[in-house]
């Protein structure tokens, strides 16, 4: 599922890439979104306790912020209906 995250939202962290598995349940707040995505991680959130790593070489560090993949990333807002997510898919980007 392609979400349209937005700065300000909450989201809960699914998935990380190796190295960086203590992210996966931390909540965090989408502070940018890069549109047109410039990359596969268009996704920038802010949270305590995060890890990140550089380009995937080397040991995990602790970060406060981490560009994600949005598939990496479940909203945390009231708006799952289906119908409703369809919606805000076919907005463009702000």
Do not use: Y
């Amino acid at each position: 599922m392609n979400h349209q995250f937005k700065p300000g939202d909450l989201a809960l962290i699914v998935s990380t890439g190796p190295r960086c598995e203590q992210n996966i349940g931390k909540i965090v707040e989408v502070i940018e979104v890069e549109c047109p995505p410039l990359d596969d991680h268009p996704v920038c959130v802010i949270g305590e306790g995060m890890v990140g790593q550089l380009a995937g070489c080397g040991a995990a560090f602790p970060v406060r912020t981490n560009w994600c993949r949005p598939s990496q990333l479940m909203p945390l807002r009231g708006d799952f209906d289906p119908e409703q997510q369809k919606a805000k898919e076919a907005e463009p980007c702000a």
